[in-house]
């Protein structure tokens, strides 16, 4: 079975989100705008959501986390919690 470890920034809008996703586009580290704007407790890790497996997480998150491109800010990904912005590190 799959398994991925991933971090994310949860806010309430997609207009929160998009804006954050253009600041770590042009150089902003991600840990550090999930530890300002994150409103999920893994922002004191730096979004940091550790090991994972397939089921462990929401549906529209596990399809993003699965599927989608290690390393690189995907988002906005919206699910009941609000608006996410995820970053792959590994899966294997």
Same mark, same amino acid.
């Given at each position: @079975?799959?398994?991925a &470890?991933?971090?994310? *920034?949860?806010?309430s809008? /997609?207009e929160k989100?998009?804006q954050?996703?253009a600041? *770590? /586009? !042009? %150089?902003? =580290?991600?840990? +550090?705008?999930?530890k $300002?704007?994150?409103?999920?407790? &893994?922002?004191t890790?730096?979004? =940091?959501? %550790?090991?994972? $497996?397939?089921?462990? @997480?929401?549906? +529209?998150f =596990?399809?993003v986390?699965? !599927? %989608?491109e290690?390393?690189?800010?995907?988002?906005?990904?919206?699910?009941?919690?609000?608006y996410?912005?995820? /970053? *792959?590190t $590994?899966r294997?």
């Open positions: @079975m799959p398994t &470890s991933a971090r994310h *920034i949860l806010v809008t /997609e989100c998009l954050l996703k600041e *770590i /586009e !042009s %150089g902003a =580290d991600f840990a +550090e705008v999930a $300002r704007n994150s409103s999920c407790p &893994s922002r890790r730096g979004g =940091d959501l %550790g090991a994972f $497996r397939p089921g462990q @997480m929401v549906k +529209e =596990d399809e986390v699965f !599927s %989608g290690v390393g690189k800010v995907l988002g906005p990904v919206k699910t009941q919690f609000g996410h912005l995820v /970053e *792959i $590994r294997w």
